[in-house]
């Protein structure tokens, strides 16, 4: 038995509370059936927070966060909370255990499955065979730079302020990230930035080809954010990885995330760097939000948290063969037509949330015989 992981999970709002319910039971699966064994808390974050302990990001969940060799996230966020002020807002907590956590690097893959081909709203040539990568900075940028807020001019206008910013080593250690992943991919990274108009760019742009170098088996290219959305839709097979900055990367990855057909099949890595043991913060969510207006009916698409939840073993726990199982098992399950609602098409078999979970039990354990 290899040494016990100690996991915590934040199941969220709305429908992360169902899909982070399906996931467990592959854990639980992986716990009995293969050489692991994982020990969980749970916590809580968003409005689940807010509701519980009168904050989005309770010290609680930090503590057990820095306690855990990874974290497994639902989504969070929900009308019944969209009143409150800014600064109270489940969002907060979010954004809060990223920075906490020191999350920088955010791993957005974007695969379309062959048989979900024709879920995408772009033609199937254009995105038949797609497997890119979007890592995105997570803890910088006009997200986190100061000065912020909403100031009141004497003259009684209102005035609005947030700072893009970055500083050289923050732009170093992600553009790494992106040439170490180039590496076991494709071997190109194209770095998106506004370097034709934004000075925190241009340095981007700097620090990018300054460490080129050191990757002499990596291509790399630059692209200005507005022609990457273009491009992404025009010939989204042109990229492998895209290493941009947390609002671009926000941006951009939803746009990717869409050339899939579906949200609802997407995972995420958020990693920090590795401590002096080697130890590395790492946190797994679903691209997806809380979908409030399904949530609680039992019908949401449970894969992204469950290939979330792949990620993880092979990011955190270098369990790859363990990952390409759960991934195959998703595969199958596509390829024999079972299908959520988000991803339903004509003459597929339309399933609930537990129906899927189950369905990936079978298959996995057909894949361990
Ligand atoms: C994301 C989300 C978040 C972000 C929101 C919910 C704060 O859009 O993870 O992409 O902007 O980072
Ligand atoms: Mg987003």
New binding site residues.
């Given amino acids: 038995m290899a040494a016990n992981k100690k996991l915590l999970v934040l199941p969220g709002d709305g429908i992360g509370t169902e899909v982070m319910a399906e996931t467990r039971r592959v854990i639980d699966w992986m716990d009995k059936r293969r050489h692991v064994s994982f020990s969980i808390d749970e916590g809580l974050i968003g409005g689940a927070a807010i509701d519980g302990a009168g904050t989005s990001l309770p010290e609680r969940t930090l503590e057990l966060a820095h306690a855990a060799d990874a974290v497994l996230m639902g989504a969070v ?1 929900g009308p019944k909370w969209e009143k409150l002020p800014f600064a109270q807002q489940p ?1 907060r907590g ?2 809060g255990i990223r920075k906490n956590l020191g999350l920088f690097a955010n791993l957005r893959p974007a695969v379309v499955f062959d048989a979900l081909v024709s879920a995408s709203t772009l033609k199937e040539d254009v995105v038949k065979g797609l497997d890119i990568m979007i890592l995105r900075e997570l803890t910088g940028d006009i ?1 986190f730079g100061e000065p912020r807020g909403i100031e009141t001019l004497p003259d009684g206008r209102k005035r609005g302020v947030n700072t893009m910013t970055y500083t050289s080593d923050e732009v170093e250690r992600i553009g790494r990230v992106a040439f170490d992943l180039a590496r076991k991919r494709g071997k190109k990274v194209c770095s998106i930035d506004k370097a034709n108009v934004l000075e925190t760019t241009v340095m981007w742009r700097g620090v990018m080809e300054s460490i080129k170098g050191e990757y002499p088996d990596v291509e790399l290219s630059h692209m200005y954010a507005d022609n990457a959305a273009m491009q992404l839709v025009r010939n989204p097979k042109q990229f492998d990885v895209i290493v941009t900055g947390n609002m671009f990367g ?1 941006i951009l ?2 746009c990717a995330a869409m050339l899939t057909g579906s949200l609802g099949m997407l995972p995420s890595a958020s990693l920090g760097a590795p401590d002096a043991s080697g130890r590395r913060p790492a946190l797994y969510e679903p691209v997806h ?1 809380s979908a409030p207006d399904i949530a609680g009916k039992g019908i949401a698409n449970p894969l992204a948290m469950i290939l979330s939840f792949a990620m993880m073993l092979r990011y955190s726990f270098d369990m790859g063969d363990d990952a390409d199982m759960i991934e195959q098992a998703v595969q199958n399950l596509l390829n024999a037509g079972m299908r959520t609602g988000d991803i339903m098409e004509p003459g597929k078999a339309k399933v609930s949330t537990d129906t899927m979970g189950s369905a990936l039990l079978k298959e996995l354990d057909k894949l361990a015989a």
């Fill in positions: 966020g969002e979010l954004l997200y926000d990855s939803d939000g």
